[in-house]
């Protein structure tokens, strides 16, 4: 689903992390796990699309998670009526979305997508199985690049595997961190890659090489991750930023700092993240700047 561009650019990560394969968490506060913003109607409407259609490619559960859904359920709803009052009330079970006073029905066997349904952010569960943790469950309508149906399941090891040099660099510092994170100290980290369109669900295809004049457009991640007590499943959200490339324009330095982190990436990350795909197409936005 195309989306209106978001009137200022809220997330830069390449201007913070320049190495696009690092965990580059950083401490959460709790007060800020979700962030509502004026684009949730469209997001949500993105949902109930992708879920009429395909609900199987978008939200997918192991019968083992249904604790876990619960838990992701009712906390984060306490957490939108208590951080966001002026845009949550409560109804029924669920949740009316004030400014446009949407409620929205409740399937009590789907918790977690229930749960999606309230903010734009995707929300996905991992547990811990035989000794590793795996995907469990997931309502994920803004893939960026992956089928859920290959990776429900998986353990976060087989998930990464397309990831170039992962394994070497950080899936041992993946695996501690999962092992220690906690309820009350929740973390972040950001993503960034870049598409031929505004489209949110971006499932993966063969890629043409884009000519010269293909608009390109910025794709952010914020990613949070949190331990839910009860069951000591890991609550991850992921909400998607997409951005016309040419509004990198508006920030001193953006289009520079995105030139030399993409020369710097190894030619195993290029080709994970489509780079070679856009090369030609980048030439426009880069062809102005003096490095």
């Not at 992956?146 to 899936?171: A, N, Y």
Request: proline share 8%.
């Amino acid at each position: 689903m195309p989306m209106k561009p978001l009137s200022s650019l809220k997330y830069l990560p390449h201007m913070h992390h320049t190495d696009v394969i690092s965990m580059a968490m950083a401490p959460l506060n709790k007060q800020n796990w979700i962030e509502p913003d004026e684009q949730y109607p469209c997001f949500l409407n993105h949902k109930l699309e992708l879920g009429d259609q395909k609900q199987e490619a978008v939200f997918r559960a192991l019968p083992s998670s249904i604790d876990a859904q619960h838990e992701f359920y009712q906390t984060l709803k306490h957490h939108l009526l208590e951080q966001h009052s002026h845009l949550y009330c409560p109804v029924r079970a669920g949740l009316c979305y004030l400014p446009n006073g949407i409620e929205l029905a409740v399937a009590k066997d789907q918790p977690l997508w229930n749960a999606s349904l309230w903010v734009a952010d995707d929300l996905l569960i991992m547990q811990k199985l035989n000794d590793q943790y795996c995907l469990t469950a997931a309502s994920l309508c803004s893939p960026s690049s992956w089928h859920l149906s290959e990776k429900m399941g998986q353990s976060m090891t087989r998930i990464h595997d397309p990831v170039p040099t992962i394994h070497d660099k950080l899936t041992p510092k993946i695996d501690r961190f999962f092992n220690h994170l906690t309820a009350e100290n929740p973390i972040q980290r950001f993503n960034w890659s870049l598409q031929a369109n505004s489209e949110l669900a971006q499932f993966p295809e063969d890629r043409p090489i884009y000519p010269a004049n293909t608009p390109l457009y910025y794709r952010c991640e914020r990613q949070t991750l949190m331990r839910l007590p009860q069951t000591n499943a890991i609550a991850f959200t992921i909400r998607v930023y997409v951005y016309p490339m040419m509004d990198l324009t508006q920030v001193p330095g953006a289009l520079t700092q995105l030139k030399g982190a993409i020369d710097a990436m190894p030619s195993a990350v290029k080709g994970y993240k489509d780079i070679i795909y856009f090369a030609p197409a980048l030439q426009k936005y880069f062809s102005d700047l003096s490095l």
